[in-house]
């Protein structure tokens, strides 16, 4: 089946500091892919949908400007969370939609723990 | 706004037991609909994808069934084992045109005793 990677699994860093994730489809492109974040005993939320060559989209009570989503190439993309404080600290998972003629499914990468310090 | 509840929130199970795990959700006008499975502090692996048009789906120990009318979805584990130890989760995905938000449930975090 399809792979979507994510990068790094988990990192930990100081409050006021910039974090990149990256989300990779790796065997098929992606025009599309979500963002999702979620906070210990809660569900998965979706932050964005990144659209590749245009801006992101974001869900309502998201920050674009603390969640910058870039998605640049068919198979990157990537969440910067520009100057992180603790409340950031979560789990963040992106998703790969793969569409054609006979399919159309999103699939989820491993995930990336964020602690900030 | 859909709405997705999955119970029960925690199982308890001795190993060996068949289980099944509940998932309602409140829009039926559905694309398909997913069951993860989540390790502490891990990531997401999918388990089944249903599309709106099945019934249901299997893989090895596990069905899941869907009927979309009254807008649920279980799923069954056959045999539990210890490693079957996580929290499963249940996603749904909307069916109207190219909107894609998924929804998910909390989870129902479930403990197979040896």
């Known amino acids: 089946g399809a792979v979507v990677s994510q990068h790094p699994s988990w990192v930990i860093c100081k409050s006021g500091t910039s974090v990149k994730i990256e989300c990779r489809s790796l065997?098929?492109?992606?025009?599309?892919m979500f963002w999702y974040r979620q906070f210990p005993k809660q569900s998965l939320m979706l932050m964005a949908t990144s659209n590749e060559g245009s801006k992101a989209t974001y869900e309502q009570g998201v920050e674009k400007d603390k969640f910058l989503i870039n998605h640049a190439s068919l198979t990157l993309s990537t969440l910067t969370v520009t100057s992180a404080h603790p409340e950031d600290s979560s789990f963040y998972i992106c998703s790969a939609r793969r569409w054609g003629a006979n399919t159309d499914t999103q699939y989820f990468g491993p995930g990336t723990r964020l602690t900030v310090l | 706004k859909q709405e997705v509840t999955q119970i029960p929130a925690a199982l308890s199970v001795p190993e060996g037991e068949n289980l099944v795990l509940n998932c309602s959700f409140t829009d039926s006008a559905i694309y398909n609909l997913q069951w993860f499975r989540q390790d502490p502090g891990k990531g997401l692996t999918s388990l089944l994808l249903?599309?709106?048009?099945?019934r249901e789906q299997t893989s090895g120990r596990l069905n899941a069934s869907l009927d979309k009318s009254s807008g649920r979805s279980t799923l069954y584990i056959a045999a539990s084992q210890p490693g079957d130890s996580a929290t499963y989760l249940c996603a749904v995905r909307p069916g109207s045109g190219g909107y894609q938000k998924v929804t998910f449930g909390i989870g129902t975090k479930l403990q197979v005793i040896p």
């Open positions: 249903i599309q709106s048009s099945q």
């Open positions: 065997d098929f492109q992606a025009t599309t």
